[in-house]
């Protein structure tokens, strides 16, 4: 095959010898059109498992980078005159120059035909003449420019500003420095490449960039190649003491804003394909560009040798590399947007922000690290303990982050995990029934602190479903007298009322019979602030509400909520999310009144604000309330998370305790970004913005999430919905899988029996022992014994990717014969 190389990157370099290697007869030629050695950039960081993947696929060129190796296995975080580290990560970083002077030796000895200094011909001349293109050309690639129709690139620019440079300091650990300057903070990212010095990475919010002055300073006729003196002068002067005496080195270097490419194809024609920064980028602190750019080029020589041709070469690429790279990118994009916003955490104390940076892309969680540097985590929880009791919250025993009580105005939790609310669709004319009984009795004993009711109805026309409960009737109170009797009765949990109004979403059918589906009989109008119908052409257009109606709803709030105190509720909840009536107040999508209801953000949020205030003067003072927000809407046009901000200030200023952080199912448009734990950014935002207690929901997958989420200070409580569903004794089970027995988790004395976790059956035979098991494959009497280490990352997520979302590594490459 002849193949061309377009770029002597990390990614096009290592493609070329790892193709040749595999299939000497291929021709390969590889153009760059920077001088051999003239390379931009200082170290490139490794981890052990993208190290892995290298030392199986070339020993030659892992030998060589290794003695290069700078290794190092601590993260230091400097903040507020203390140094905090976290130990066991495992990283080694060489020089780029060094690397791609190994990886072009490699080249050169395995007969891969290099031209430097040298513009690579046309893309259509390439595609035309060669067998098979590797458009290894870097973030700016005019190959993908050439055939953007096929690529489909999008790029995402972001708000920081940073410069890479290098200092003759060799650090002795990955450092992130904090600095609060006079103009804002700014961060700096610096790890060690070898024994002469390290990348030393100065980033900042562009308002502070602006602040700092540095908008002005670089010549507007900067030539390309050029370093940024000025700045870099500047630089030294604002934090030259990080360094001592040391210098900054410069090369290349220049300030820069993030962009996050990424393409909807990664190939064109039968031939053209896209490698490393050309198809997708990262932000640089969660790991360099390099190493995925020299993934993507071991998964596609590998391809290429597995696969009986072309085509098929490049479609096993992509569909290898494309979940790993998006999953990269989405922990890239969580920790871009976590130093985006870093002004907010700087009110932390050390080892919450230390734990809260190390686990700014939730990759990295409570049980990683504890695994990784148990002294670490045993700061972090014995600093939480001692917060929890100077807020009046428990002993100060240090217990997993999760089993810290927590207060909501006179209403005391035993445990920070909330059973989110969820609506059963059994009720009868909206009488909870002894489903309802069974359902939340069950999760109360079942270990959460708090347990919600579904979204509770205030008139048969705000319900959503037939099957939906309500609050409107002396029935109803009566059968959540029997709910809430049973949960303070038999259980140590509390249990919170949601009240709501469908509005618009309203007369729709059963959950299982067709979600947001109009009724085939028996539909009543809906009501809404705007005559807009949920779907077009198939939902009802709402009648739009009068101010005289308005004030009959609100009525019927406060009698809701009279009567959920009547019934023994401990909390509750207004509904304002998803679509329902107060959210299509709140949302610009819904809300195109005139009115003083309508209009600005203030507008909008009237006639919610004025139902919360009437509820609030009706509910004993003693009991908390908290709202429910769709903190975005997932569209253009719709709610922002700075609008979600502004609006949990308005809650808390009407006397709300918390705010109860959701998002979206506003529009049937929306376009969410789901994910594990992807809605807890909008909490961690209004939480570290106003200093509100939040509630966290969405796709909070484990104990070891919630741990992670209430220590770093995300959220003071967390909800989970279909977990619950899933196992409704979720928190006992978190508490025995844990080893955690006490007042955050009490098993019900009827369940004490069980309260560890079964036994698992005997294993035939006895087991083997440890001296006896040979090194080599067959072991006594043909047994395979396997060798196994913990993978560093800890849990296995998913089939053959761990939880840090990192690929397996292959196996020894081979040539085909
Ligand atoms: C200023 C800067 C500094 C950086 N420093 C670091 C760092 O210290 N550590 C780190 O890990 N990452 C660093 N990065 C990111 C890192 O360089 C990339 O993520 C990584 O190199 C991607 O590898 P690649 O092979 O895909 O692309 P690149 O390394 O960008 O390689 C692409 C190559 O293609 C060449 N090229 C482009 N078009 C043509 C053409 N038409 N003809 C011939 N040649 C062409 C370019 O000259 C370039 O050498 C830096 C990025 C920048 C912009
Ligand atoms: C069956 C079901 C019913 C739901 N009903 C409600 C509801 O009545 N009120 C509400 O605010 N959210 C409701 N939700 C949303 C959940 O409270 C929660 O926000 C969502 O399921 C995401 O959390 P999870 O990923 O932990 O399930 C419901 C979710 C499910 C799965």
Redesign the pocket.
Known sequence: MRIAVVGGGPGGLYFAALAKQLRPAHQITVWERNAADDTFGFGVVFSDETLGGIEHADPAVYAAMQREFARWDDIDVHYRGQVITSGGHGFAALSRKRLLAILRRRCAGLGVEMHFRTQAPGPAVLASGYDLVIAADGANSATRAAFADSFGPQVEMRRCKYIWLGTDLVFDAFKFYIEQTPHGVIQVHGYPYDATGSTFIVEMHSDVWQAAGFAGLAPADLPPGQSDHASIARITELLGHIIGGHSIEANNSRWISFGTLRCASWRHGGNVVLLGDAAHTAHFSIGSGTKLAMEDALALAACLNEQPDVDAALTAYEAERRPIVESTQRAAQASLEWFENLGQYTHQDPEQFAFNIITRSRRVTHGNLRLRDPEFTARADAWFAADCKRRGLGTGAVVPPMFQPMRLRGLELKNRVVV?????YSAADGTPSDFHLVHLGGKAAGGAGLV????VCVSAAGR?TPGCAGMYAPEHEQAWRRITGFVHEYTTGKIGL?L?HSGRKGSTKL?WEGIDEPLDDGNWPVCGPSPIPYQPGVSQVPHELTAAELDAIMAEFVAATLAGDRAGFDLVEL?C??GYLLSEFISPVTNRRTDRYGGSLAGRLRYPIEVFAAMRAAWPARKPMTV?ISATDWVPGGTTPDDAVEIARAFAAAGADAI?V?TGQVTPDERPAFGRSY?TPFSDLIRNRTGLATVA????SSWDDVNSIILAGRADLA???????YDPSWTLHAAAEQGYAGPGADWPDQWVAGSRPPQAGRADGPKPRLALIHDTAAGIAGTRHARWRPAPSGERTAAGRTAAGRPPARSTLEARP
Request: hydrophobic share 50%.
């Open positions: 989110s609310a969820m609506d059963m919600m009711t579904e979204m959503i949601q709501g959950m509904h999310a998803h429910r109860d959701s809605q929901v969405g796709v909070i909800a989970l919905g279909r977990a619950h569903l």
